[in-house]
């Protein structure tokens, strides 16, 4: 039988079944809108392009829509234009449950039984209709709740497989529960006691009173929430914003365009809110005796920290990543080793970080660069409450508790402006080295801003500058200051607190660091070790593994 897909809560799935349909919930993710871009606008949200895509690579032949937004609005015109599914309806359902919504969405039920059924050549069966109500059920061990905007099953079985605890996937379209109507004589009757079943379950955030959801949060057993929002759309935005100044348990955003390009930058955020819930759980250290390696293997430098029993470093090496994660990996800890007098079987445990962990051979575990930057920062000063870590492709605001736990972090890791890999491209359009884009920003006379956020950009401002023989400690100046807005940004929305540390390579640019301070308006710690600051967590994490 060709399966019915839908996409929203609020089709209904109960009265297509008892007219011969198989319905399923349209959950894959695909690769790429290869496919869909060429036909649907590029701001066409992910949630729409996936549907469209759906349909363009053959999977889907039947598909029943629900006018729960202008994206979906959008995806039905095209795809009614394109015409080659076997059947497709759009239900217009009113945004409310109130009033004349359950009359108006029965004769709407109506006439979408009639056209299945023709299409079908079926009748409704009242029996099958009654046997097809299931209720949701609700997780209440300790757990995990996705809320938000629609997960595909790719990126939900991510979160399942990073998470400490089971997971519950209540995101809109996931969160189906209709409640079994009163039995009626009449087909008109039921439909109209059907409607007010299904326009009355836990609303999405498209209805008009949306106050019900707080139900999805009244859950025992509820320890964590992620939520998650699609790129180009607004709707669950302001939802989280609400969660973040009022929920009681830890809380993650995740944002994914519908496709799985972003799978593994998505992966270290996911490992990190892990790690912080397996904090909180109380795992606590197990010392023990030997030599204790920490590898960072970052986009830029691969750090390694080696250190004793009694937490004293014996080793620091910071060599270029070069073009393999695990060679650059293995170069470092053999100069590690060297540098402490060591041989590899001297060592008692080895964690890696970055974003060459797992990759990297010989690791006893891998914790995420988060995690081990807060790790360090602590160690080299237990008054640290925020950490700004700039490393060469993204950019991180940590928040600590008293005992260098992450209580909270955001990040950039969608684009390279504000971070290392920018100022390398700029120092090299500017024809100087790194060292010196570092000291020379700190002679500027005029100020300039660099207003394109975009790395590409930027680089075609600063050429411009350059033309109009701007003084070269101005022009850097400008970028510096570039940077301190971005990772300000980032603090803000940390809600960072001082005492405030700066880690990562571009700590060891004097003009990046003295600018950020004054974006902040308060003193950064920057400490000789700053740059080695995730590879030192990750040495303590090793010296504290059972």
């Known amino acids: 039988m060709t399966p019915t897909y839908y996409v929203c809560k609020y089709t209904p799935v109960e009265l297509l079944t008892a007219l011969g349909g198989q319905c399923l919930l349209l959950d894959e993710t695909p690769d790429n809108f290869e496919q869909s871009d060429q036909i649907a606008h590029p701001n066409l949200c992910g949630f729409g392009k996936s549907v469209i895509q759906a349909v363009l690579t053959g999977q889907v032949k039947e598909l029943v829509l629900v006018n729960c937004c202008d994206t979906i609005r959008s995806a039905y015109d095209i795809l009614k234009d394109l015409g080659t599914l ?65 997960m595909g099953g790719s990126l939900f079985s991510l979160v399942q497989e990073t998470m400490p605890l089971p997971v519950q996937n209540l995101t809109c379209s996931a969160n189906r529960s209709v409640s079994l109507p009163q039995e009626q004589e009449d087909f008109h009757a039921l439909m109209v006691a059907y409607a007010r079943m299904l326009l009355g379950q836990i609303p999405c955030m498209r209805m008009t009173d949306n106050t019900g959801r707080r139900a999805l949060l009244n859950t025992p057993g509820l320890s964590g929430v992620i939520y998650h929002t699609l790129q180009f759309c607004d709707f669950y935005g302001f939802e989280y914003a609400k969660l973040r100044e009022s929920l009681p348990v830890p809380l993650l955003k995740i944002e994914s365009d519908g496709t799985t390009q972003s799978r593994e930058q998505l992966r270290t955020r996911l490992d990190a809110f ?18 204790f390696a920490g590898i960072d293997s970052g986009s830029a430098t691969t750090d390694v920290v080696i250190l ?18 695990s060679n650059g990996a293995a170069k470092a800890l053999d100069q590690a080793l060297a540098q402490a007098g060591l ?31 807060a790790k360090g920062a602590h160690f080299l000063n237990p008054q640290i409450r925020t950490v700004i870590d700039i490393g060469g492709q993204d950019s991180k605001v940590i928040r600590l508790d008293e005992t260098g736990a992450v209580t909270n972090f955001v990040m950039n890791d969608k684009c390279a402006a504000g971070t290392g890999r920018f100022l390398e491209m700029m120092a090299r359009t500017l024809q100087i080295s790194l060292e010196e884009i570092g000291q020379v920003g700190l002679q500027w006379k005029e100020e ?27 022009i850097v100046h400008g970028l510096n200051r570039s940077v301190a807005v971005r990772a300000a940004a980032l603090y803000r929305r940390a809600n960072g607190e001082g005492p405030c540390m700066m880690t990562g390579g571009v700590s060891k640019n004097p003009g990046v660091v003295a600018a950020i301070q004054e974006a902040l308006g308060t003193p950064l710690f920057v400490h000789e070790d700053s740059q080695l600051c995730g590879a030192l967590g990750a040495a303590l994490f090793a010296l504290e593994l059972p």
Do not use: W
């Not at 680089?459 to 109009?468: G, I, P, T």
């Open 86 to 150: 076997d059947f497709l309806y759009m239900l217009d359902l009113l945004h409310g449950n109130e009033g004349c919504s359950a009359e108006y969405a029965a004769q709407q039920l109506e006439e979408l039984a009639q056209a299945y059924g023709e299409y079908k050549g079926t009748s409704f069966q009242k029996e099958s209709f009654f046997q097809a109500f299931a209720p949701l059920p609700m997780e209440t061990r300790e757990h995990i709740a996705v809320l938000g905007a629609k």
């Open 274 to 291: 892990a790690e912080g819930l397996q904090e909180q759980k109380g795992c606590g250290p197990v010392e023990k005796h030997g030599y």
């Open 308 to 325: 004793d029993e009694k937490k004293t470093l014996l080793a620091k090496v910071i060599l270029p990543t070069g073009a393999g994660a």
């Open 343 to 373: 041989q590899k079987n001297d060592l008692t445990a080895t964690v890696t970080t970055g974003y060459g962990r797992s990759v990297i051979e010989g690791g006893d575990k891998s914790v995420t660069e988060i995690t081990c930057h």
């Open 448 to 474: 300039i801003t660099i207003s394109s956020m975009c790395t590409v950009f930027a680089d075609s401002e600063v050429v411009s500058l350059v033309a109009q023989n701007k003084a070269l400690p101005d």
